[in-house]
């Protein structure tokens, strides 16, 4: 079935230093893709998505690429701040009969230090 | 409300007790969906409800495990006489349509069974 796979956590990374975190997809078709970020205390929140193949998402200064070749869809931003520090899912959709149903990665936590 | 609101935040009981944990969605959200998130693992989908019905109850992991919803408002997941395995943090999301695919999540309870 549909998956998706994170690379493992944690991340943990200095103010303005360069971040990627890796996620590869598994499905038939070209799914739209999603990152969720959840802050501490918080519930699970869009960051940003791709609905077709080679678009780029981004929000708050990341981005990611849907990337058909590599089945990948990787998180970047080019300078992390203490206030990304979170935990980062990335997503995608069910495409059986039930529509918003979503499947998840474990999901990767980032701490940024001042 | 203004957001997805779930109750309680954090929940310490017995092997064998029964617990319930409650979901408040965005007002006006039509789909609302059960989640369970256990450490270090990624999110696990337990139900899904359109208005009133749940015609996804796949994920629940067994017959211990129930949900309702009604007047498409708040849902209360159940689970009877709890496991230890059952320890994990119960995550709710709601969204306007069954296929937005963009889901606001509450913060999550907690669950520790002892």
């Known amino acids: 079935g549909d998956s998706v796979t994170q690379m493992e956590g944690p991340v943990t990374l200095s103010e303005e230093a360069f971040l990627t975190i890796n996620c590869t997809y598994t499905?038939?078709?070209?799914?739209?893709l999603f990152w969720y970020v959840q802050y501490p205390g918080e519930g699970l929140q869009l960051l940003l998505k791709a609905t077709k193949a080679d678009d780029k998402g981004s929000n708050k200064g990341f981005e990611a690429t849907y990337r058909k070749e590599t089945t990948s869809f990787h998180l970047e931003k080019g300078s992390v701040q203490v206030s990304d520090s979170a935990v980062y899912f990335c997503?995608?959709?069910?495409?059986?009969?039930?529509?918003?149903?979503?499947?998840f990665g474990r999901g990767t936590q980032l701490t940024v230090w001042p | 409300g203004a957001g997805v609101s779930q109750s309680p935040s954090n929940k310490v009981t017995e092997k064998g007790k029964d617990v319930e944990l409650r979901c408040d969605p965005i007002s006006g959200h039509t789909a609302l969906y059960w989640y369970r998130q256990r450490l270090g693992q990624g999110l696990e989908f337990l139900i899904y409800?359109?208005?009133?019905?749940?015609?996804?109850k796949s994920g629940l992991p067994s017959d211990r495990f129930s949900a309702e919803r009604t007047g498409e408002s708040v849902s209360t997941l159940t689970i009877q006489r709890t496991q230890q395995e059952d320890s994990a943090v119960y995550l709710c999301a709601s969204s306007y349509t069954s296929g937005a695919n963009v889901l606001t999540f509450g913060a999550g309870s907690r669950l520790t069974v002892l």
């Open positions: 499905a038939t078709g070209y799914p739209s």
């Open positions: 997503a995608l959709p069910d495409r059986g009969s039930t529509l918003g149903r979503l499947y």
């Open positions: 409800f359109q208005g009133n019905s749940a015609p996804d």
